[in-house]
């Protein structure tokens, strides 16, 4: 049974990539290839993969979701949209010397006032005065990781959203996925890898740590996900073909499998608190992309899971000699499933 501490590192500050490269897919890819580390490059997946096996990507779209306002007391005010609940009304985090009460309002980038609502947990609920997905995109921030030190601005607002992001409703970027650009996909496709797509908005859940011991005391953050009849039939064709489902990153990881728990991949949308550490057997993914995790956070034990505990020891331990980039807009990784 493992425990927190189980999954801490030292990582060098140097190696936390603060800017992403110039190019999407020029970035490193460690190749956990059995108990083998080899040192790729990002582009060389065309050559790891085969014809007839599938990638799973998550649509998904970051929002510009985070804002600055003013209290009607005039009291200063940070408000993070964590999740859309309808065209006028989502769940926020609200950051304030002291919390706002039901019934205020609260002027967003001196444009819009929002009215709070009831508490619901860690959030808040607020009222738009008209489209939730037009205000946001007119007058909101792009909210970067709290490990990247400069404000959003033009080149993040580009680069921190994939080339196929499609459904608005994450505040924060299924962040595998930034590797692909167009030439590199159009190779994967002229080689026969097939593509299919998953929706989980990611929320800002995904960055808070883990701050039990215990694991089994910890609760899960939550989010929505939705994946469509043509997903299912292309995981059935490529399983049938005998080739791979790779997953490209944890979040289409998570929506996978969450969907999976029967047994076998349904169609579906939902909420998932899925929780994966080592023990659990994977239903539906073969392979997984995915860029270096935080210490103590619930995507290390995620990929601990999937490729083994100890190997992913071995290929941090290596990926900080060797200096690759860590965290969002660092290098990836590739991995093979060995929990069945």
């Known amino acids: 049974m493992y425990s927190l501490s189980d999954f801490d590192f030292d990582l060098p500050q140097e190696l936390i990539a603060q800017l992403p490269l110039p190019q999407r897919s020029a970035s490193r890819l460690l190749h956990v290839d059995g108990d083998a580390l080899v040192d790729r490059a990002f582009a060389d997946l065309v050559g790891l993969l085969a014809p ?5 990507f998550n649509d998904t779209r ?3 979701a985070r804002f600055f306002g003013v209290k009607e007391t005039g009291g200063k005010v940070e408000v993070l949209v964590e999740r859309v609940l309808d065209n006028r009304t989502v769940h926020a985090q609200v950051r304030a010397s002291k919390s706002p009460q039901a019934g ?5 980038s001196d444009a819009f006032d929002v009215v709070v609502g009831e508490r619901a947990g860690e959030f808040y609920t607020l009222q738009f005065p008209s489209d939730v997905f037009d205000l946001i995109e007119a007058h909101g921030r792009l909210p970067l990781p709290p490990y990247i030190e400069h404000a959003a601005d033009d080149f993040d ?9 499609k459904q608005p409703g994450a505040v924060a970027a299924p962040t595998a996925g930034l590797h692909f650009d167009q030439p590199l996909l159009d190779a994967l496709r002229d080689k026969g890898v097939q593509f299919a797509y998953v929706t989980l908005h990611v929320g800002a859940g995904t960055f808070q740590p883990v701050r039990v011991e215990n694991l ?6 939550s ?6 009849p043509e997903t299912v039939d292309a995981v059935r064709a490529a399983k049938d073909g005998g080739g791979n489902v790779i997953a490209v990153g944890t979040t289409s990881m998570r929506a996978l499998e969450s969907a999976s728990q029967s047994g076998r991949l349904q169609a579906g949308s ?3 608190s899925l929780f994966i550490t080592p023990g659990y057997v994977f239903k539906t993914v073969d392979r997984l992309i995915t860029n270096f995790h ?8 995620l990929v601990s899971a999937f490729a083994g505990y100890q190997r992913i020891r071995t290929a941090y331990a290596h990926a900080i000699e060797k200096r690759y980039r860590f965290f969002s807009y660092g290098d990836a990784m590739l991995l093979t499933n060995t929990s069945c």
């Open 104 to 108: 205020s309002r609260i002027r967003l």
């Open 157 to 165: 607002e580009q680069r921190y959203q994939t080339v196929y992001a």
């Open 223 to 228: 989010e929505w996900y939705t994946i469509l």
């Open 294 to 301: 935080l210490p103590k956070s619930t995507l290390l034990m």
């Open 62 to 64: 970051v929002l510009k």
């Open 52 to 56: 007839g096996d599938l990638l799973v």
């Open 216 to 221: 089994a005391e910890h609760k899960m953050h």
């Open 270 to 272: 939902g909420d998932t």
